[in-house]
């Protein structure tokens, strides 16, 4: 007879889709900022599975939005592989005025789901983006270093013909909101892997 005991969710480092979580110290390559930070990244190269249920990989978050850098170059892509890379090249790019420090004030919901992310209003009226789940290349998350406890998170998609890049930056309300939505997201790049294979 089966008996059910309690459940405990495991914050081990072998989670599938290499949601790490790491310390950092960030230096930024524009003005001397340097701040520690709080990492949680998604590689979506990573092909284990990790089992989670079809219903955990659709779930809603309430963000605000940052900004964007859009058709960046395929020798910038390369060049933003890994998640510092990036977390410096956000901040050089808040620094120099590409991006802003602080989000409006409006909220929005942010879907993730085994098609990708999609970002609404709140009364879902207008769709602001869409991230298809096969350009999406990376999404990290990491303390945004500005002393109140938000979380910035990044997500790098490429175009259809992979010939360049984008970055789309929205604040989350904490880190666990942030690496929540990692966790969603890694779990419908497992869902869409398995639903590959014969």
Same mark, same amino acid.
């Given at each position: 007879?089966?008996?059910?005991?309690?459940?405990?969710?495991?914050?081990?480092? %072998?989670?599938?889709?290499?949601?790490?979580?790491?310390?950092?110290?960030?230096?930024?390559?524009?003005?001397?900022? %340097?701040? *520690?930070?709080?990492?949680?990244?998604?590689? $979506?190269?990573?092909?284990?599975?990790?089992?989670?249920?079809?219903?955990?990989?659709?779930?809603?978050?309430?963000?605000?939005?940052?900004?964007?850098?859009?058709?960046?170059?395929?020798?910038?892509?390369? $060049?933003?592989?890994?998640?510092?890379?990036?977390?410096?090249?956000?901040?050089?790019?808040?620094?120099?005025?590409?991006?802003?420090? @602080?989000?409006?004030?409006?909220?929005?919901?942010?879907?993730? *789901?085994?098609?990708?992310?999609?970002?609404?209003?709140?009364?879902?009226?207008?769709?602001?983006?869409?991230?298809?789940?096969?350009?999406? @290349?990376?999404?990290?998350?990491?303390?945004?270093?500005?002393?109140?406890?938000?979380?910035?998170?990044?997500?790098? $998609?490429?175009?259809?013909?992979?010939?360049?890049? %984008?970055?789309?930056?929205?604040?989350?309300?904490?880190?666990?909101?942030?690496?929540?939505?990692?966790?969603?997201?890694?779990?419908?790049?497992?869902?869409?892997?398995? *639903?590959?294979?014969?």
């Amino acid at each position: 007879m089966f008996r059910k005991g309690k459940k405990r969710h495991s914050s081990s480092s %072998s989670q599938s889709s290499e949601v790490s979580t790491k310390s950092k110290s960030v230096d930024s390559s524009v003005g001397g900022l %340097s701040r *520690s930070s709080t990492v949680a990244s998604l590689d $979506t190269d990573s092909t284990k599975s990790s089992g989670n249920n079809v219903s955990e990989t659709c779930a809603e978050f309430r963000v605000k939005y940052v900004g964007a850098i859009e058709s960046l170059q395929f020798d910038m892509s390369k $060049t933003l592989k890994e998640p510092l890379d990036l977390i410096n090249y956000i901040d050089a790019a808040q620094q120099g005025g590409k991006l802003p420090f @602080v989000p409006g004030d409006e909220e929005l919901i942010l879907f993730v *789901s085994k098609h990708g992310v999609k970002v609404a209003s709140l009364d879902q009226c207008d769709v602001l983006h869409r991230h298809p789940l096969y350009l999406i @290349v990376r999404m990290l998350c990491y303390d945004d270093g500005l002393g109140a406890g938000k979380n910035l998170l990044a997500l790098k $998609t490429t175009d259809p013909d992979q010939e360049g890049c %984008s970055i789309w930056v929205y604040q989350c309300s904490s880190s666990e909101q942030a690496q929540s939505i990692c966790k969603v997201l890694s779990a419908s790049f497992d869902c869409a892997l398995a *639903s590959d294979k014969p």
